[in-house]
């Protein structure tokens, strides 16, 4: 072999394709391959995070539930608590009132009773007055027996 | 000269010279192999247009066709050159995927029957200086193309040389090697040796093997008609591999030598 321009036109030819596949496609390509490489993970970064997520949003979810049922039957327990205790209040309250709506009453009758009697009394002796007064007015005279009527009005005094 | 049994026959000694010869214009240095140059520069333009298509369009993507093929040859290479180099080389990488693509193809063109397209050319009146058919189509079968590839190399390699050991480590490590300095003569005979013999067992591999592999199929293309189909097709399934692996190794071994050069001094 010589030495000719052959060598020389091909190792041209060579380095002129070495320059051209980098920049035309060995660079394009490989940085493609690179970002679609972060793609991926940050795809499968991204899955995980959003499992784990999930997992928190189901732990989350689960506690929230267990929260609200707690607090329901506390709220239950409590106005079975309120309920009783209204109850019981409602119950002395009324008692009270209903002592009091007898004792009252009780008083009533009683005045009632006395009125009763005080009129009755009025009335018998008005009526034992008058029996008298017509059988005295039949029999005796006023100036007669006025002393004993006198003595008889002073101790009704 | 038997009638009929065609020009392979005819005269083999001819039939085989005029094919391992190079359609050649002009003298001394300024000689060019055209078949060697119009072929290499032809499938380079192809793999450029490719290449072109496809880094253009490139997709971030799912890639489909081209884009998936290139991806591989890419991922292929790269591992090679991560492997062999501790911190990242811009150069390499597109260097060794040049190679391996184009020996390769430039290996393929071995799979075209022999008499094809010399016969063709002689017909469009592309002929020799003595007037007949003359037409290498296998460029790496022309010590041109791949002392030209392993040159380039080898200057890279210097390059990376005197880059990180500078030039005097460079030269130093001439005198050093293998033996300490008290052996400094032999030493650099040794090395001397060595570092030629890199590229010069690069460019003589490649093109001992296609150029064999070529006489091969000239051989074979001298025997009878009816006999050539079994060797013909025997060897061409047998030099898909020699084909392939000649570009591989074309390729693994710059790589190594660009990757020993990129070492620092020790």
């Known amino acids: 072999m010589n030495i000719t321009a052959t060598l020389f036109g091909q190792m041209i030819t060579f380095v002129i394709f070495v320059w051209f596949i980098k920049a035309y496609l060995w660079e394009p390509l490989t940085s493609a391959m690179d970002e679609r490489t972060n793609k991926i993970a940050d795809g499968l970064a991204s899955a995980e995070l959003g499992e784990k997520r999930i997992d928190e949003a189901n732990i989350e979810y689960n506690r929230i539930v267990d929260e609200a049922k707690s607090k329901a039957s506390d709220v239950i327990t409590m106005a079975n608590q309120q309920s009783s205790n209204i109850i019981g209040e409602a119950k002395t309250i009324s008692k009270k009132e209903a002592d009091k709506i007898i004792a009252l009453s009780n008083q009533q009758i009683g005045q009632d009773l006395n009125i009763a009697k005080d009129t009755l009394r009025k009335d018998i002796s008005r009526i034992a007055i008058s029996c008298a007064e017509k059988i005295i007015k039949a029999e005796i005279n006023e100036e007669k027996h006025k002393a004993i009527f006198d003595e008889a009005l002073k101790e009704l005094k | ?266």
């Not at chain 2, 000694?13 to 078949?35: E, K, M, T």
């Not at chain 2, 790496?140 to 480590?169: E, Q, R, S, W």
């Not at chain 2, 650099?188 to 490649?206: D, G, H, N, Q, Y």
Request: glycine share 8%.
């Open chain 2, 1 to 266: 000269m038997s009638q009929g049994e065609g020009p392979a026959t005819d005269n083999p000694v001819a039939y085989i010279s005029h094919h391992l010869q190079p359609l050649q214009y002009g003298d001394g240095f300024w000689q060019i192999n055209v078949d060697t140059m119009f072929f290499s520069t032809l499938i380079m333009l192809g793999v450029m247009w490719v290449a072109y298509k496809v880094g253009k369009n490139v997709s971030v993507g799912a890639p489909t066709g081209a884009q998936n093929i290139l991806e591989t040859l890419i991922d292929f290479v790269n591992g090679l050159v991560k492997e062999a180099f501790p911190k990242p080389n811009k150069i390499v990488g597109p260097l060794g995927l040049t190679i391996f693509v184009w020996v390769f193809l430039m290996n393929a063109m071995d799979l075209i029957p022999v008499d094809l397209l010399p016969k063709a050319a002689e017909m469009m009146g592309i002929v020799g200086q003595d007037g007949k058919y003359a037409l290498k189509v296998v460029p790496t079968t022309d010590p041109h193309t791949t002392f030209a590839m392993a040159l380039t190399v080898f200057a890279i390699c210097v390059y990376y040389n005197v880059k990180n050991k500078g030039l005097g480590g460079y030269f130093k490590s001439f005198l050093v090697h293998p033996f300490g300095i008290a052996l400094a003569p032999i030493n650099f005979v040794l090395t001397m040796v060595e570092e030629i013999a890199k590229p010069l067992s690069l460019a003589l591999r490649l093109f001992g093997n296609m150029f064999t592999g070529e006489l091969v199929f000239l051989l074979i293309a001298i025997l009878p008609w009816y006999i050539i189909p079994i060797p013909g097709s025997m060897w061409a399934i047998f030099h898909i591999l020699v084909i392939t692996l000649q570009a591989f190794i074309f390729m693994v071994l710059t790589i190594m030598y660009i990757s020993l050069a990129s070492e620092e001094s020790h």
